[in-house]
């Protein structure tokens, strides 16, 4: 009985011996990908992921610690839709009194760069040590970005705001489901410019389109031990 207490207790120093390993390595930074689909608040529609769109783009995100990230993203967001069958009357000639409805389609897609930032709800790592990290956390998100249509022709800015999940999958890989919806400054990312003939006003009446994608990402850049020490 006696060996057998030893031998699960080597047995544990050994387990045990990987992990504190696990918890004096941390990353800097993450490389991944996005993969989804996105839909688009404007003129040809009103309702969320009504018309949804493919989403594939790249991120690299920036490790502040372990409660705080800066993702930095870029990606194409296909496009199209016609205001054919749109409920509200869209006057053909909007300077003149007319019955005629306006009629037309669009399709391309939406170019997007990023940078957010995420503010986690636990504190996020793979080994839970006596920091208390957790492999998995929701988020908030908020940042800026700009954007460009070929479908309109436009070059605007957005203001992505969001929430998401993040998941530990391995000691270096990340798994994350994010959505985010991008307010954008311009009314013509659908190549239709206030068709009803109402002026729109900072973010009253333009162009908004969502992103729902899960993200796969790797972590690199290993931080220095005497860096991990100091924090501690």
């Given at each position: 009985?006696?060996?057998?207490?030893?031998?699960?207790?080597?047995?544990?120093?050994?387990?045990?011996?990987?992990v504190?390993?696990?918890?004096?390595?941390?990353?800097?930074?993450?490389?991944?990908?996005?993969l989804?689909?996105?839909?688009?608040?404007?003129?040809?529609?009103?309702?969320?992921?009504?018309?949804s769109?493919?989403?594939?783009?790249?991120?690299?995100?920036?490790?502040?610690?372990?409660?705080?990230?800066?993702?930095?993203?870029?990606?194409?967001?296909m496009?199209?839709?016609?205001?054919?069958?749109?409920?509200?009357?869209?006057?053909?000639?909007?300077?003149?009194?007319?019955?005629?409805?306006?009629?037309?389609?669009?399709?391309?897609?939406?170019?997007?760069?990023?940078a957010?930032?995420?503010?986690?709800?636990?504190?996020?790592?793979?080994?839970?040590?006596?920091?208390?990290?957790?492999?998995f956390?929701?988020?908030?998100?908020?940042?800026?970005g700009?954007?460009y249509?070929?479908?309109?022709?436009?070059?605007?800015?957005?203001?992505?705001?969001?929430?998401?999940?993040?998941?530990?999958?391995?000691?270096?890989?990340?798994?994350?489901?994010?959505?985010?919806?991008?307010?954008?400054?311009?009314?013509?990312?659908?190549?239709?410019?206030?068709?009803?003939?109402?002026p729109?006003?900072?973010?009253?009446?333009?162009?908004?389109?969502?992103?729902?994608?899960?993200?796969?990402?790797?972590?690199?850049?290993?931080?220095?031990?005497?860096?991990?020490?100091?924090?501690?």
């Amino acid at each position: 009985m006696k060996y057998f207490h030893l031998t699960v207790l080597l047995l544990l120093c050994l387990v045990a011996q990987p992990v504190a390993a696990q918890e004096e390595e941390h990353y800097t930074k993450e490389i991944g990908l996005a993969l989804g689909g996105n839909s688009m608040l404007n003129d040809a529609n009103q309702t969320l992921y009504a018309d949804s769109k493919f989403t594939g783009g790249a991120m690299l995100r920036f490790i502040l610690n372990p409660r705080m990230a800066i993702k930095t993203m870029v990606s194409y967001n296909m496009i199209g839709g016609s205001v054919d069958g749109v409920k509200e009357f869209y006057p053909s000639v909007l300077d003149q009194s007319t019955t005629e409805r306006l009629q037309g389609s669009f399709k391309g897609g939406i170019t997007d760069l990023s940078a957010t930032y995420e503010l986690h709800f636990l504190p996020y790592g793979y080994a839970r040590g006596y920091q208390n990290y957790r492999r998995f956390t929701p988020y908030v998100q908020f940042g800026f970005g700009l954007c460009y249509s070929d479908a309109g022709r436009a070059f605007t800015a957005n203001i992505p705001i969001g929430v998401g999940f993040k998941w530990k999958i391995g000691p270096r890989i990340n798994m994350a489901l994010d959505w985010a919806m991008h307010l954008s400054l311009s009314d013509k990312l659908d190549n239709f410019s206030a068709p009803t003939g109402i002026p729109t006003e900072m973010f009253r009446g333009k162009d908004n389109y969502c992103l729902t994608t899960l993200t796969l990402s790797y972590d690199f850049a290993k931080k220095c031990p005497a860096c991990q020490k100091a924090e501690r």
